[in-house]
């Protein structure tokens, strides 16, 4: 009996020790990023029917803060009116803008037609947290004459 009881408390330290370990391996993750995270109509709320796609890239580093991003569209349904980052928000639901990108036509800069963008947010603590950030709650998307609510979506998420 004092094997057994010998053997279950040394089986219970070393499970504890490993899980501790994972989360140390967690907190040393310093830098998330993802590429070709789909654009589409389907993500908008409420959903367009939007032919026009694109993808987002984006990188985000806990040492500086800073979210970089570059998105890239086409064969959207018109002239372009705005392109945001907006939360807090999951799939699914809408949510404020955080980011104005463009807020005004500038059809040399943003042509309906096709084109990418790169650019950065500053993860503040204050209007944009790391924490929601990690968890998904933001997202780009593109808003047209057509689709004045936004014709594309893509949530930002590092998974």
């Known amino acids: 009996m004092q094997l057994l009881k010998l053997s279950a408390f040394s089986l219970l330290i070393l499970i504890f020790a490993v899980s501790c ?3 140390v391996e967690k907190e040393k993750v310093t830098d998330y990023a993802k ?3 789909p654009m589409t109509g389907a993500q908008e709320t409420p959903a367009t029917p939007s032919t026009g796609q694109g993808s987002l890239d984006v990188f985000y580093s806990k040492s500086t803060k800073v979210l970089q991003y ?3 569209w086409n064969g959207l349904a018109d002239t372009i ?3 945001h980052i907006h ?5 699914g639901y809408a949510a404020g803008i955080v980011q ?3 807020t005004t036509k500038n059809e040399a800069v943003f042509p309906f037609r096709g084109g990418s963008y790169t650019g950065t947010l500053l993860v503040d603590g204050a209007k944009v947290k790391e924490e929601d950030l990690l968890n998904h709650l933001y997202y780009l998307n593109i808003h047209t004459k057509t689709y004045p609510a936004g014709e594309i979506r893509g949530q930002v998420r590092f998974q």
Request: aromatic letters at 4%; glycine letters at 10%.
């Open 21 to 23: 370990e994972k989360e």
């Open 35 to 37: 590429s070709e995270i």
């Open 70 to 72: 570059t998105f890239r």
């Open 81 to 83: 009116t705005g392109i």
């Open 87 to 91: 939360g807090l928000a999951p799939t």
């Open 100 to 102: 104005n990108i463009l």
